[in-house]
């Protein structure tokens, strides 16, 4: 126990890309400042630099390295000159009269730009999510759904396998956190494996962990509300380009790519990875035999569950019968569950289980990803970057696909598709300008929004992904090997779809 500890400990510092990260800060500030750059962007830079390292070596961890990036915005946007005076950054003088790069932005103003994530809507649908994601985790509710879908199919190895691939489906909807959903349905599976005397080393358990992990995976694009990426995108989408994309747009536009790719994921898995036996004898008798020992429905799953599909109702109709916005519908969901007597669970009961450091991280992503837009920095990377490959003359869809192509390289790097779309979404916002999208300038973001979510190629790409690679059922190259295809085949159907469908429903 305490090697395990030890090593646990050793993965959340390592001190030497700390040390790194701090030099790449440093010598960016060092660095002469380009005329077109505003001493504050350089700052920003600087920063976003220090972060994204901080969170491809995960040298400290994501609640620790938020705290760094507050006190880095506080500390280098504090002090920086005002060079471009603007009503989004604020001015820090009472009267308005200073002259440019005559005066510094002030730790004040900067705390403000630090903390501007915690005041948006979207940081208040995640904590509310993860309270609902909790709630299903008091009641065992979400595993009772899976072995519900899984009794259903069988005991044959490929229907085991739709089962799982249709159990993600159906969590998608109701649980927003894909960590629980691969929580939910993976140790049911092991169970399946381990109880019939398959080895955790078999192809059968390695084609049952992966199914589920990537089928979890393929459904954070297809729901907005299914992983905390979406609502960074929707909230960056919101502010900067005034559009709400609300839940049944969100799946109009991305719910019939996943129902694509899970339908490929199916034909994949099984031709990548043949299991050796084709039946569970006694699987199905097995599943219902937990489902036995869970005992009946209790008052509490019983209120859960009506929740929940009121929450899918008014998710679903929104904009089309009520104008209640995504935010607001689960906040009135959380407050009817946190309440006595008719409620799921108390606040004692949840504040435990609720990951706290998850909400600072999304928090300071989305401040960060402030700090980029407003002092103009994410315009200046893609101009820099983005602008010098001549971009602008080349037709949308090929825009779309070689974005696309860096979106997925790039996330090879990155454990947190959140952190990664914290990052990316301000600069493909100001893209959008560079490239004079215009009208279309929702549809270029969202898209690479959906390819955000990827994941599929190594375990480290998504906390979902390291949960199951922690069940030891597989190695990296078996995930590799399926990763690869499902990566290639949903990057192709992008640009199809960028063809053709979203151009038919009107999205491009």
Do not use: C
């Not at 089928?215 to 729901?223: K, P």
């Not at 559009?243 to 099984?270: N, P």
């Not at 990566?487 to 038919?504: A, C, N, R």
Request: proline share 4%; charged share 10%; aromatic share 10%.
């Amino acid at each position: 126990m305490k090697q395990h500890s030890a090593k646990n400990k050793n993965t959340t510092f390592k001190p030497l890309w700390l040390i790194i990260s701090v030099l790449a800060l440093v010598i960016i500030m060092l660095l002469p400042t380009p005329d077109t750059l505003p001493f504050m962007a350089k700052s920003a830079l600087a920063i976003l630099l220090f972060a994204v390292i901080l969170w491809v070596t995960e040298a400290v961890t994501y609640p620790v390295s938020a705290a760094m990036i507050v006190g880095l915005i506080i500390l280098l946007l504090g002090f920086s000159p005002v060079q471009n005076l603007t009503e989004s950054l604020g001015n820090p003088q009472a009267s308005g009269k200073v002259l440019e790069g005559s005066s510094l932005f002030g730790t004040s103003n900067a705390l403000k730009l630090a903390f501007s994530g915690f005041s948006s809507t979207a940081i208040a649908l995640v904590a509310a999510a993860l309270f609902l994601a909790t709630a299903m985790q008091i009641t065992n509710l979400h595993k009772r759904l899976a072995l519900i879908v899984l009794s259903m199919v069988g005991n044959k190895t490929n229907r085991i396998v739709i089962g799982t691939i249709i159990v993600a489906i159906f969590l998608a909807f109701f649980v927003p956190s894909a960590t629980a959903r691969a929580g939910a349905v993976i140790p049911i599976l092991l169970g399946m494996v381990t109880a019939f005397g398959i080895s955790k080393n078999s192809k059968l358990a390695a084609l049952l962990i992966i199914t589920a992990v990537q089928a979890v995976s393929i459904w954070n694009v297809g729901i907005k509300t299914a992983a905390a990426q979406n609502i960074v995108a929707t909230n960056f989408i919101n502010d900067q380009l005034g559009i709400d994309i609300s839940w049944g747009q969100w799946f109009l536009y991305a719910g019939t790519w996943s129902i694509l790719m899970s339908i490929a994921l199916y034909f994949i898995m099984l031709k990548v990875m043949p299991p050796e036996v084709n039946e569970i004898s006694g699987g199905k008798q097995l599943i219902k035999q937990q489902l036995h020992e869970m005992g009946p429905v209790t008052a509490k799953e019983w209120r859960l569950i009506a929740i929940s599909i009121a929450l899918l109702l008014l998710w679903s109709t929104e904009k089309v019968l009520h104008p209640i916005d995504s935010s607001s519908i689960i906040l009135l969901a959380l407050a009817i569950m946190l309440t006595p007597k008719i409620g799921i669970m108390t606040w004692k009961e949840a504040e435990s289980r609720i990951p706290w450091g998850t909400i600072i991280v999304f928090g300071v992503g989305i401040s960060l990803g402030n700090v980029l837009l407003k002092t103009t920095a994410a315009q200046w990377l893609s101009d820099q970057t983005f602008g010098l490959i001549g971009l602008e003359h080349y037709p949308l869809v090929m825009t779309i696909a070689l974005i696309a192509l860096f979106n997925i390289l790039i996330h090879l790097g990155f454990a947190s598709a959140t952190s990664l779309a914290s990052a990316l979404i301000p600069v493909f916002i100001s893209l959008t300008t560079t490239l004079n999208l215009g009208e279309q300038s929702m549809a270029f973001v969202l898209i690479q929004q959906f390819v955000i979510s990827f994941g599929f190629l190594l375990p480290v790409s998504s906390p979902q992904s390291m949960l199951a690679y922690g069940t030891e059922t597989f190695t990296v190259k078996d995930f590799l090997k399926t990763g690869i295809l499902i990566t290639v085949i949903g990057y192709l159907l992008i640009v199809l779809f960028s063809f053709t469908y979203w151009q038919w429903i009107g999205l491009i």
